[in-house]
C-alpha cells in the first residue's frame, strides 16, 4: 500500500534518489532547504518505508499577489501509472490553498506531452510558453490552476 505523507527528514535521501532517477537538475540540498521552508507544501509517497514519488509546493509573489507554486514532482519509473502522482498533486494543491493563495502554477518542459497532459487532467491549463526557461535552452509550458482567484 501507498502512503501520501508529509515529507520528514529522514526521507532526504530518498526523495534524493528519486530527483537523481527522474531528473538530476537540482542540488540535492536544496530539497532540505525547500522543507525548511515549506514543511507543510512538502510531501512524499511511501511503500514500506521506501520513497516513491514526491511534490514540493512552495510560496511565491508576483504582480498578482502571493501564489502557490509546485516546484518539482517525481515519481519512481517502476512506480509510475499507479495514481500516485495524481495522488501528490492532490494533496500539494489542497496544502497551497488552505494558505489563502491566489492561485497555483507550474511549468514543465515543452516536450514533455504526457506531464502536460497529466497536468489538465488535473484541472491546470496551459497559460503561455516562455522560451529559453531551462538551463538547456528548452522552453518551458507555464500552466495555472483553473482555480485562480482574480
Given amino acids: 500500500m501507498i502512503i501520501v505523507r508529509r515529507f520528514q527528514p529522514a526521507d532526504f535521501s530518498g526523495v534524493i534518489a528519486v530527483e537523481r532517477e527522474q531528473f538530476d537538475e537540482h542540488d540535492p540540498y536544496l530539497y532540505m532547504n525547500l522543507y525548511e521552508l515549506n514543511e507543510d507544501t512538502f510531501f512524499v ?86 522560451t529559453g526557461y531551462y538551463s538547456d535552452g528548452e522552453d518551458a509550458v507555464i500552466m495555472k490552476y483553473r482555480r485562480w482567484i482574480s
Fill in 45 to 130: 509517497a511511501d511503500h514500506r518505508g521506501e520513497v516513491v514519488g514526491f511534490v514540493v509546493g512552495v510560496m511565491s509573489v508576483g504582480e498578482d499577489g502571493v501564489y502557490g507554486r509546485v516546484f518539482s514532482i517525481a515519481v519512481r519509473e517502476a512506480y509510475q501509472g499507479l495514481g500516485i502522482g495524481t495522488q501528490l498533486m492532490k494533496h500539494v494543491i489542497d496544502a497551497l490553498y488552505r494558505k489563502n493563495i491566489r492561485g497555483i502554477v507550474l511549468e514543465v518542459r515543452n516536450r514533455n506531452f504526457r506531464a502536460v497532459r497529466f497536468y489538465q487532467r488535473l484541472g491546470f491549463v496551459i497559460d503561455r510558453v516562455d
